[in-house]
């Protein structure tokens, strides 16, 4: 194994300094350089208040009826939290291009949604919830405009008030003139099937005669929405009174998301289900809000980011029509997207970005996952495919670990909206610690395998 690493390190080594030998132009990470999204006049989001005081949080079996209670909303419990703001609907597309353009937010980590190659990027959906924002997009966003998303605590709160309610609007059952979420119904062979009210993301506030008790829209559907709280399965029996909230690493060094989305049906759409990334990382089906703490009493406690020793690493270089290449290393892991002579008609900015990957149901990931992302340099107000491009490049991945991944099973997939897939990648040569493919569409990679782990259920008794 050490001969093999001391070889791959030479064959990328004689790449790099090959590679190098083009003069390739560093780009500095500015606005008009990572979005070409042009937005003016956008309306800030409203606001509605929440007062101080306290509610149930959490649910019971016996008045959730066959919506379900799951053991990580158990117990209910009282919780006392002090006054707050909340984003009365979700952050739109235009709203977060703000940021984007502003230097002060990265760009979504894809510009589609579940049904639309052109969304983030396309003025007719300017007005819909932003997707493809993994938690620290989101807080950052919030922390440009001096605000934070909210605690779990406040999240659920604002949906549900003081009462028990399962949705936004009530007690109500979840039907599409209500929310945009999914249904589900029996065919006559008896045969589970689902019908969803749209299909994908709408406007935000498209269903202002079903408010929270407080004024707040969407929180039941649409989008599920990030929280500032990281997972603990089973904080509720260890719950504060005052202002809960998880600042540490929780359970897995995960955050939380709430409430559902178009694609959710009733019982992983109420305003006590949690959910959390390991379980839920579909980014075309997550967005978010933001809060603020209002009046005097005992403070919320900001949230802070995800600890980590450095930066999320990135990478970003200029490429022309005489072709080139931009590579990231990180540690046990090596990233190199070369475009060939001729690919571009004009210069283009490609950024690499690494990205947490969790494992799917049944795959292995092997830590190594990023996003490519590009844009026109010569001219930022015309608009360009975002999801493909018009020729393929090359990716040439190292990699020393294998995260438990069964040898000569590692492959190269990409995210899209139904899930991790080979398509559209076409493998040029693998070895036991690298691999080369040519892909066209841009978006979030990342390598997985078979494994040959065992995961065994628990049941746990009340």
Same mark, same amino acid.
């Given at each position: 194994?050490?001969?093999?690493?001391?070889?791959? +390190?030479?064959?990328?080594?004689?790449?790099?300094?090959?590679?190098? #030998?083009? *003069?390739?132009?560093?780009?500095?990470?500015?606005?008009?350089?990572? *979005?070409?999204?042009? #937005?003016?006049?956008?309306?800030?989001?409203?606001?509605?208040?929440?007062?101080?005081?306290?509610?149930?949080?959490?649910?019971?079996?016996?008045?959730?009826? $066959?919506?379900?209670?799951?053991?990580?909303?158990?117990?209910?419990?009282?919780?006392?939290?002090?006054?707050?703001?909340?984003?009365?609907?979700?952050? #739109?597309?235009?709203?977060?291009?703000? +940021?984007?353009?502003?230097?002060? +937010?990265?760009?979504?980590?894809?510009?589609?949604?579940?049904?639309?190659?052109?969304?983030?990027?396309?003025?007719?959906?300017?007005?819909?919830? =932003?997707?493809?924002?993994?938690?620290?997009?989101?807080?950052?966003? +919030?922390?440009?405009?001096?605000?934070?998303?909210?605690?779990?605590?406040?999240?659920?709160?604002?949906?549900?008030?003081?009462?028990?309610?399962?949705?936004?609007?009530?007690?109500?059952?979840?039907?599409?003139?209500?929310?945009?979420?999914?249904?589900?119904?029996?065919?006559?062979?008896?045969?589970?099937?689902?019908?969803?009210?749209?299909?994908?993301?709408?406007?935000?506030?498209?269903?202002? $005669?079903?408010?929270?008790?407080?004024?707040?829209?969407?929180?039941?559907?649409?989008?599920?929405?990030?929280?500032?709280?990281?997972?603990?399965?089973?904080?509720? =029996?260890? %719950?504060?009174? /005052?202002?809960? #909230?998880?600042?540490?690493?929780?359970?897995?060094?995960?955050?939380?998301?709430?409430?559902?989305?178009?694609?959710?049906?009733?019982?992983?759409?109420?305003?006590?289900?949690?959910?959390?990334?390991? !379980?839920?990382?579909?980014?075309?089906?997550?967005?978010?809000?933001?809060?603020?703490?209002?009046?005097?009493?005992?403070?919320?406690?900001?949230?802070?980011?995800?600890?980590?020793?450095?930066?999320?690493?990135?990478?970003?270089?200029?490429?022309?029509?005489?072709?080139?290449?931009?590579?990231?290393?990180?540690?046990? *892991?090596?990233?190199?997207?070369? =475009?060939?002579?001729?690919?571009?008609? %004009?210069? *283009?900015?490609?950024?690499?970005? /690494?990205?947490?990957?969790?494992?799917?149901?049944?795959?292995?990931?092997?830590?190594?996952?990023?996003?490519?992302?590009?844009?026109?340099? !010569?001219?930022?107000?015309?608009?360009?495919?975002?999801? /493909?491009?018009?020729?393929?490049?090359?990716?040439?991945?190292?990699?020393?670990?294998?995260?438990?991944?069964?040898?000569?099973?590692?492959?190269?997939?990409?995210?899209?909206?139904?899930?991790?897939?080979?398509?559209?990648?076409?493998? =040029?040569?693998?070895?036991?610690?690298?691999?080369?493919?040519?892909?066209?569409?841009?978006?979030?990679?990342?390598?997985?395998?078979?494994?040959?782990?065992?995961?065994?259920?628990?049941?746990?008794?009340?």
């Amino acid at each position: 194994m050490k001969l093999k690493s001391i070889y791959l +390190c030479a064959v990328l080594g004689v790449l790099l300094i090959g590679l190098m #030998t083009t *003069h390739l132009t560093t780009a500095s990470f500015s606005a008009t350089e990572r *979005h070409t999204l042009t #937005t003016s006049n956008v309306a800030s989001s409203q606001e509605v208040y929440v007062p101080a005081g306290e509610f149930l949080m959490g649910c019971s079996t016996d008045t959730a009826g $066959d919506l379900g209670c799951d053991n990580d909303a158990r117990p209910i419990h009282a919780v006392y939290l002090d006054a707050f703001y909340i984003d009365k609907t979700e952050v #739109t597309n235009a709203q977060y291009a703000e +940021c984007v353009n502003a230097g002060r +937010c990265l760009p979504p980590l894809s510009f589609s949604s579940s049904s639309r190659p052109s969304y983030y990027d396309n003025p007719t959906y300017a007005n819909y919830p =932003v997707l493809h924002v993994d938690w620290q997009r989101a807080n950052a966003y +919030c922390q440009w405009l001096g605000k934070r998303l909210p605690t779990e605590a406040e999240w659920e709160k604002a949906a549900r008030g003081t009462d028990r309610r399962p949705f936004a609007w009530g007690y109500a059952p979840l039907t599409c003139d209500k929310t945009n979420s999914n249904t589900f119904y029996y065919n006559w062979q008896g045969e589970y099937r689902e019908s969803p009210c749209v299909g994908d993301t709408a406007p935000v506030g498209s269903y202002p $005669d079903y408010p929270s008790p407080y004024g707040a829209l969407d929180m039941t559907g649409n989008v599920r929405e990030w929280v500032s709280d990281f997972y603990i399965r089973f904080f509720y =029996v260890q %719950s504060v009174y /005052y202002n809960p #909230t998880v600042v540490n690493q929780g359970d897995k060094g995960e955050h939380l998301v709430r409430g559902g989305s178009w694609k959710d049906i009733g019982p992983h759409s109420t305003t006590w289900i949690r959910l959390d990334e390991a !379980d839920i990382y579909e980014t075309h089906l997550i967005g978010f809000r933001c809060a603020r703490t209002a009046g005097h009493g005992t403070p919320t406690p900001t949230p802070t980011l995800t600890p980590t020793p450095t930066p999320t690493p990135y990478a970003t270089r200029s490429i022309g029509t005489a072709g080139g290449a931009v590579w990231l290393t990180y540690p046990q *892991h090596l990233t190199l997207l070369t =475009v060939p002579q001729g690919s571009l008609d %004009s210069k *283009h900015v490609f950024t690499l970005t /690494y990205n947490r990957v969790l494992n799917t149901q049944n795959l292995q990931a092997n830590n190594h996952s990023f996003s490519i992302e590009t844009r026109r340099q !010569d001219n930022p107000s015309v608009e360009m495919p975002q999801s /493909y491009l018009d020729q393929p490049v090359r990716l040439f991945l190292g990699y020393h670990e294998l995260a438990g991944i069964i040898p000569n099973t590692i492959n190269l997939y990409r995210l899209s909206a139904s899930g991790w897939t080979t398509e559209n990648i076409t493998k =040029v040569t693998q070895a036991a610690d690298y691999l080369v493919a040519d892909i066209q569409w841009l978006g979030v990679y990342g390598l997985f395998g078979e494994t040959n782990r065992i995961y065994l259920p628990i049941v746990l008794r009340e």
